[in-house]
């Protein structure tokens, strides 16, 4: 039977994406202790796409913010992996986003409340974390936007 996490997804549309194998010497999850680090990670969509472009030069806030919002379902795609089950998420505790955009772009916290937004509503008072959001002169292929988080994991699970 599905934990509380995935029937809450369930009923906001949420199929978390398959994940694709590191692409370098590093893991998309590393567990130390209570907390779980996850690698910074990019906008993947369902049609197996990934984001591309730069805030403020093609692309909007709220397309950042729709990216971001996407990148967040990736990290609890890999919150997932690395526990097998959501519900032993004790809390996200930490977010750095960086949003890859032009100089005079000054909104970044704008773009990653796409992702707190998506993690309040997926694990309610639990999602809530403390926040960098930050700008990048780039980020890699040309991704708009990539986040990493630092979770708390229910102790002795």
């Known amino acids: 039977m599905a934990g509380r996490i995935e029937r809450r997804l369930a009923e906001l549309g949420i199929a978390l994406p398959a994940r694709r ?17 996850l690698a ?8 197996g ?8 030069d093609g ?8 990216q971001a919002r996407q990148v967040g379902i990736t990290l609890i795609a890999a919150m997932r992996d690395a526990l097998g089950d959501l519900d032993r998420v004790a809390e996200v505790v930490k977010v750095l986003g960086m949003v890859n ?5 000054t909104e970044h916290p ?4 796409g992702c707190s937004d998506l993690f309040v509503e997926v694990f309610g008072e639990r999602g809530r974390h403390a926040r960098s959001a930050v700008g990048m002169s780039s980020l890699p292929s040309g991704i708009p936007v990539e986040i990493e988080a630092i979770v708390a994991v229910t102790p002795g699970a």
């Open 21 to 37: 194998l590191p692409t370098g010497s590093y893991l998309h999850a590393k567990r130390a202790g209570d907390l779980l680090y």
């Open 40 to 47: 910074g990670q990019d906008p993947e969509f369902p049609d």
């Open 49 to 56: 796409t990934t984001g591309r472009g730069r805030i403020g």
């Open 59 to 66: 692309l909007s806030v709220a397309e950042g913010y729709r």
């Open 101 to 105: 955009a032009v100089p005079e772009f």
């Open 110 to 113: 704008r773009v990653i409340d």
